[in-house]
């Protein structure tokens, strides 16, 4: 499990075709690679892999092909900032909400402000289910509070200080990102979507709150 509490940066150092999937080597600071151990858990974007080795720069991690094709991780090119964040500790602060690295889907921003307001996302239309305003979202592993949805898009207001410190700070319209949605409207929604024996919760079951 994770917080979503991005504190380090990393880049991507290479991605090497591999049998079923691919392998990618992570530039990271020195706290991450204390972490990284082979068998360790490390968030990539919102993607929770395992270290499968490490050097004095860098640490590497295989994908499977499922991970590719629900991810961003296989699109990046080389030199793309990653966010970085290390499985939680037992006893350690809960300063965001539990992340599982399970991406559910892959978004873009679609409109960013000037200065501060409300940045707004694209979203599957499948993810609508788990998206409440005030509920909790994942947007490259970063732990962020929905302000607004609908069926295919949601708002999340950011502080100067967040975007300064994650790759938000340059990020584009139209750039995609993972996206993991709210732990608990997970298991909301599947329980309710199988459980849906009129129109007004088969609704519920196909957009959501919205």
Request: neutral net charge; proline residues 5%; aromatic residues 4%.
């Amino acid at each position: 499990m994770f917080t979503g509490l991005i504190r380090h940066l990393g880049t991507l150092d290479g991605r090497q075709s591999r049998p079923g999937g691919a392998r990618l080597r992570i530039a990271a600071p020195q706290e991450v690679l204390e972490r990284a151990e082979p068998g360790a858990s490390i968030c990539v974007l919102g993607a929770c892999l395992t270290a499968t080795a490490r050097d004095a720069h860098s640490w590497s991690a295989d994908l499977s092909q499922e991970t590719l094709d629900r991810t961003i991780l296989g699109r990046l090119a080389t030199g793309a900032v990653l966010h970085l964040e290390p499985s939680l500790r037992v006893g350690e602060p809960l300063d965001g909400h539990l992340v599982s690295g399970h991406v559910d889907g892959i978004g873009r921003l679609l409109e960013r402000p000037q200065s501060e307001g409300l940045w707004r996302f694209e979203m599957p239309a499948e993810l609508a289910p788990m998206m409440a305003s005030k509920g909790s979202v994942a947007v490259d592993g970063l732990s962020l509070t929905v302000v607004d949805c609908a069926a295919t898009w949601f708002t999340v207001a950011l502080i100067p200080e967040t975007v300064r410190r994650t790759r938000l700070q340059a990020m584009a319209c139209g750039t995609e990102v993972n996206l993991e949605g709210d732990p608990v409207g997970r298991f909301v929604a599947r329980s309710m979507a199988l459980r849906a024996t009129d129109d007004r919760m088969a609704q519920f079951a196909r957009h959501g709150w919205s």
